[in-house]
């Protein structure tokens, strides 16, 4: 059993014909026992969907895989916490957990099989996301906290660093389709932060021509489908994108929040997708602050077919498919404040 309220939203597409309308059915998600603190981090095609229970402190968060109406715990033994963050079509799912000293170690659960991965010398290593052959990506970081990318096939790690990230830029991947194709954001103290698609031994950035915004990617489906954040007036929107062309959307349930602290004030409350399967299903969440408590809602999306609408003018295209497109939310990826 879970919570469920649906909401349908329309959702603003630019491409190179105009503006289409398409129509996203995003049904809310939570476990009725954690309603609060549900975080949905990614999906399959049978529709598990797994992700963590978000403690809001650095230790007791647990992962869970939703299957069949049910919700199961994943938690590693004596781990401080676990977050689960991917998962293929065969139900192997991948992650990280704190031990007991703290330290971060990725891990693979196969079916009963619990394998651990670390990579050597690294203060901690984190995995995000596993395709249908069993390949993972994630990232670890080094002394001096940089952070750096990897591919995991079958006990080899290949290193993933983007070289336009620069020697202190972090490279941090947190998807993979079964083609190879990886997605995920660097950062440089120089550049900034952008999204990146690695393919063919070449890392590419993530760009939408037709906005000034910088989309950042968080999945790739097997058809090429990246889903994902982006940035635009301070508001953050979700994306998904086929063929370069961008669909962003927000949920309108969740809009606007008040948080309160010497004075009380009110702030965009950020749509953000997490993972994308073959079928174009979605599902992410919003993490922010109500007055002063933090609080996690996670949707789950299906796509509905557009249908074509007049285009606009400049001005109200502008207005109703770009106003307010944010930044990847910190929520999903804890790693930066681990």
């Known amino acids: 059993m879970f919570l469920k309220a649906v909401f349908l939203i329309a959702s603003a ?8 309308a398409e129509t996203i059915k995003l049904e809310s998600f939570a476990d009725p026992l954690r309603p609060n603190n549900t975080v949905s981090a990614s999906l399959n095609d049978t529709g598990e969907i797994v992700g963590y229970y978000e403690s809001f402190r650095p230790v007791a ?5 939703f299957q069949n109406g049910t919700f199961t715990t994943i938690n590693v033994p004596d781990a401080n916490y676990t977050i689960v963050d991917g998962i293929n079509s065969a139900g192997a799912i991948v992650g990280y957990y704190a031990d007991g000293l703290t330290k971060v170690h990725g891990f693979i659960f196969d079916h009963g099989s619990l394998t651990s991965v670390d990579v050597p010398n690294a203060v901690g290593t984190w995995l995000t996301g596993i395709n249908s052959k ?33 020697p202190l830029g972090s490279t941090r991947p947190f ?10 954001q660097t950062s440089s103290p120089i550049s900034g932060a952008r999204g ?8 590419s950035t993530v760009t939408d021509p037709l906005n000034a915004t910088t989309p950042m990617p968080a999945a ?7 889903a994902g954040s982006a940035v635009f007036n301070n508001v953050t929107y979700g994306f998904v994108s086929a063929d370069e062309n961008f669909t962003y959307f927000r949920d309108p349930a969740f809009t606007d929040t008040i948080v309160c602290g010497e004075t009380c004030v009110t702030v965009p409350i950020p749509t953000q997708v997490s993972g994308i399967n073959n079928a174009g299903n979605i599902v992410g969440f919003h993490s922010y602050i109500d007055v002063s ?13 557009p249908t ?3 285009e606009p003018a400049s001005a109200s295209l502008l207005a109703i498919a770009l106003a307010g497109i944010g930044l990847y939310g910190s929520m999903r990826r804890r790693a930066m404040n681990t």
Do not use: R
Request: proline share 5%; with cysteine.
């Open 13 to 20: 597409a630019v491409g190179t014909g105009g503006l289409c």
């Open 61 to 65: 968060t647990m992962g869970f895989v």
């Open 134 to 166: 069993g390949q993972a990506v994630g990232y670890y970081s080094d002394v001096v906290s940089v952070f750096h990318g990897f591919l995991y096939d079958s006990g080899t790690l290949v290193s993933l660093d983007d070289p336009n990230a620069g």
């Open 175 to 184: 998807g993979i389709n079964a083609a190879g194709q990886v997605v995920g």
């Open 196 to 203: 990146f698609i690695y393919e063919n031994g070449q890392f």
């Open 220 to 226: 790739i489906n097997d058809m090429g489908e990246i």
């Open 293 to 305: 408590t933090p609080v996690v809602k996670s949707f789950t999306g299906t796509p509905v077919t």
């Open 308 to 310: 074509s609408i007049p």
